[in-house]
T-cell receptor, first 113, second 110 residues
Framework: EPEVTQTPSHQVTQMGQEVILRCVPISNHLYFYWYRQILGQKVEFLVSFYNNEISEKSEIFDDQFSVERPDGSNFTLKIRSTKLEDSAMYFC???????????FGPGTRLLVL | AQRVTQPEKLLSVFKGAPVELKCNYSYSGSPELFWYVQYSRQRLQLLLRHISRESIKGFTADLNKGETSFHLKKPFAQEEDSAMYYCALSARFGNEKLTFGTGTRLTIIP
């Protein structure tokens, strides 16, 4: 069964550094999402992406964040200048069309020191 | 605004006993409700959604619009049901971002 994959599984970075989290959605899916979960808190929506543009973003998704689908298979989340409070588990999800549900990747655990 | 409330952070149930995980929601439009499950060291996966009306792994959930609830139930708990359970909501029409509750960690006592 096809799965969403994410790399790396863990990343440690220094505050102020840029990080890029990578996701490979399921190949025929058209809608892509990023969520994050700070330790002990709920899973929160960050951004959705369709037809090569952002369709919706949350208040969390400020100018420090950006998303890209550079090559038709990868879907990346970039944080330009990480802050301590960006430490979280970041989940990518994708879905097909119609009534299909979202399929989640295993997550990337980001730790900002 | 969309909101999902799961009042129990932790729930322990004996094997063979009935399970009920509570979920209440707030949404002004026509919602779609989901239960996602996360087993230890695994990814979030869909357990069930209200429009499909399926029973997965013995779990069922009924959407009660009057009480704005979508409680998850299973008549006889099994040890493999131990996991983190998240209730989630999306708009029926739209880009279907998911709004999650805080989750309930279910532990089945052998």
């Amino acid at each position: 069964e096809p799965e969403v994959t994410q790399t790396p599984s863990h990343q440690v970075t220094q505050m102020g550094q840029e990080v890029i989290l990578r996701c490979v959605p399921i190949s025929n899916h058209l809608y892509f999402y990023w969520y994050r979960q700070i330790l002990g808190q709920k899973v929160e929506f960050l951004v959705s992406f369709y037809n090569n543009e952002i369709s919706e973003k949350s208040e969390i998704f400020d100018d420090q964040f950006s998303v890209e689908r550079p090559d038709g298979s990868n879907f990346t989340l970039k944080i330009r200048s990480t802050k301590l409070e960006d430490s979280a588990m970041y989940f990518c999800a994708s879905r097909g069309t119609g009534w299909e549900t979202q399929y989640f990747g295993p997550g990337t655990r980001l730790l900002v020191l | 605004a969309q909101r999902v409330t799961q009042p129990e952070k932790l729930l322990s149930v004996f094997k063979g006993a009935p399970v009920e995980l509570k979920c209440n929601y707030s949404y002004s439009g026509s919602p779609e409700l989901f239960w996602y499950v996360q087993y230890s060291r695994q990814r979030l996966q869909l357990l069930l959604r209200h429009i499909s009306r399926e029973s997965i792994k013995g779990f069922t959930a009924d959407l009660n619009k009057g009480e704005t609830s979508f409680h998850l139930k299973k008549p006889f708990a099994q040890e493999e049901d131990s996991a983190m359970y998240y209730c989630a909501l999306s708009a029926r029409f739209g880009n279907e971002k998911l709004t999650f509750g805080t989750g309930t960690r279910l532990t089945i006592i052998p």
